[in-house]
């Protein structure tokens, strides 16, 4: 297999594009909060408000739950731009409509490189990706796709990375991030303190590499280079 990349550096502006409130801090918050650190802008847009995440709330109390504890989390690691789309949550297709609304984002926002969730079908043996995950990941990929000047790169945060972003220092904050879903996390494990659920797993989604030094890293699969 090729050696495995340093994520890019020479770069200003991120999109990261998913399609729920947490996705982003399931996978991507530590780098997030290194890149803003650094000075770099980092733009959030979700597909919906997580309106349906909640077992047992209606979707008019849970989804302006989600959409402030997505705010809150997104502050803390450096991230003022958050929007949301109002797709339906848990139904999320890769439309027309939905590929239109991504290609004129990126087009509003130009920014240098476009961050999406893993397309594929399994994150490991047994442990299926969500539909609505590779439904966005390929909408994503067919509007960057659509774009007369796309970002330089397309990044997916996934298992069998192309690149990985060095992230010690950084767990903690990242840990802070997810914490702050402090509603969907309770009532998706009551049974684990909140603090708990998030140190488990930004662990998992930062293991340290021994090709990076036994550093923690954020793993990314380039999709998509510009030509």
Not at 20 to 33: I, K, M, N, R
Not at 93 to 102: D, G, V, Y
Request: hydrophobic share 40%; glycine share 6%.
């Amino acid at each position: 297999m090729p050696e495995v990349q340093p994520f890019p550096s020479d770069w200003n502006t991120a999109l990261v594009l998913v399609p729920h409130p947490d996705d982003p801090e399931y996978g991507c918050a530590a780098a997030v909060a290194k890149w803003t650190s650094s000075g770099k802008t980092v733009h959030y847009a979700l597909a919906c408000r997580g309106e349906v995440g909640i077992e047992g709330m209606a979707p008019d109390e849970a989804g302006p739950l989600r959409e402030a504890e997505q705010r809150r989390s997104a502050a803390i690691v450096g991230v003022d731009d958050v929007q949301f789309w109002d797709f339906p949550d848990s139904n999320i297709h890769n439309t027309p409509e939905l590929r239109a609304k991504i290609a004129e984002t990126i087009t509003a926002l130009t920014p240098d490189v476009a961050i999406t969730l893993y397309s594929g079908p399994e994150w490991a043996p047994g442990a299926p990706n969500q539909r609505d995950h590779i439904e966005f990941s390929n909408a994503v990929a067919a509007a960057y796709d659509s774009l007369a000047d796309p970002p330089r790169w397309l990044f997916e945060c996934g298992p069998e990375p192309t690149h990985c972003e060095v992230v010690d220092g950084y767990i903690d904050v990242a840990v802070e991030s997810l914490n702050a879903h402090e509603v969907y996390l309770s009532v998706l494990d009551p049974d684990t303190p909140v603090i708990e659920q998030a140190r488990k797993q930004v662990d998992m989604s930062t293991e340290a590499r021994q090709d990076f030094g036994g550093q923690r890293t954020v793993t990314f699969i380039l999709r998509r280079p510009a030509n």
